[in-house]
């Protein structure tokens, strides 16, 4: 069945963008405290700037591991989905930056960090599976699935 398929196809993409996320969120993190504490950046600008490098990542990881059973592009179309991810990645700075200043002055970073995460990983995912990453016909035709 088609749909069986596409369950599976959206269950790998659903794990493989959570490894993908964690080493972002990782490195995020790292610079985030960083220039939060060491160079004493308001909250706001040092997550905008921490999830932006975290971001370049993600993309190259994303092409190659998340979506890497996705219909493979170079050049500009390669450039046009780097320009589409960076716009989703944009929208979801902000929303993660607010979510983070506005929780960060009542806890700790890390609690801060992972509440903004999650505002921005769902708005990430679902705009990177339906519209980025977007499948292509051919990979739904490409294997039979049965179940039995």
């Known amino acids: 069945m088609v749909t069986t398929l596409i369950a599976r196809i959206v269950a790998i993409r659903l794990v493989r963008f959570a490894i993908v996320g964690l080493l972002c969120l990782s490195l ?19 997550d905008v700037i921490g999830f932006g490098v975290s971001a370049q990542l993600n993309f190259l990881l994303s092409n190659q591991f998340s979506w890497g059973d996705a219909e493979r592009v170079s050049g500009s179309a390669l450039f046009h989905r780097w320009l589409n991810f960076l716009g989703v990645a944009a929208l979801a700075t902000l929303m993660n930056a607010g979510v983070y200043a506005l929780v960060r002055r009542h806890t ?10 999650v505002v921005s990983t769902i708005w990430t995912f679902l705009l990177n ?15 039979q699935v049965t179940t039995e």
């Open 129 to 143: 599976h339906y519209f980025v990453f977007q499948p292509t016909q051919g990979e739904f035709n490409s294997e």
């Open 108 to 117: 700790d970073g890390l609690a801060a960090i992972v509440c903004a995460a």
């Open 28 to 46: 995020q993190y790292l610079i985030v405290e960083v220039l939060y504490t060491q160079f004493s950046l308001g909250a706001f600008v040092a």
